[in-house]
Nanobody, 124 residues
Framework: QVQLVESGGGSVQAGGSLRLSCAASGFPYNPNHMAWFRRTPGHKREAVAGITVGGDTDYADSVKGRFTISQAKNALYLDMNSLKPEDTAMYYC????????????????????WGQGTQVTVSS
């Protein structure tokens, strides 16, 4: 059974840092690509950062220079620095297992496996 489990969320003051982790299990083979998304109440999920199996990365403009996505065997990470209150959200790990990008790395349809999320709260 494929499973993605996020951890590392929490509460931090503006300017602080957090590292999110995503543990992957049950995958029959490596995903083509993985990503971090986030969602705030009343809004749709938005892509934060993505990475391909080859290590190519993409970032939302709002997090460029502050967030870094990386991967290891059975794990995905998101290093978040210089956090801002607007980064407050539920963060989700996603994997594209056996599928190509729908239109781009940032569309939800490009991913068919999702974790349950971990909450990040940044106070001013």
């Amino acid at each position: 059974q494929v499973q993605l489990v996020e951890s590392g969320g929490g509460s931090v003051q503006a300017g602080g840092s957090l590292r999110l982790s995503c543990a992957a299990s049950g995958f029959p083979y490596n995903p083509n690509h993985m990503a971090w998304f986030r969602r705030t109440p009343g809004h749709k999920r938005e892509a934060v950062a993505g990475i391909t199996v080859g290590g190519d990365t993409d970032y939302a403009d709002s997090v460029k220079g502050r967030f870094t996505i990386s991967q290891a065997k059975n794990a995905l990470y998101l290093d978040m620095n210089s956090l801002k209150p607007e980064d407050t959200a539920m963060y989700y790990c996603a994997a594209g297992l056996g599928i190509a990008y729908s239109t781009s790395w940032s569309t939800e349809m490009s991913y068919n496996e999702w974790g349950q999320g971990t909450q990040v709260t940044v106070s001013s």
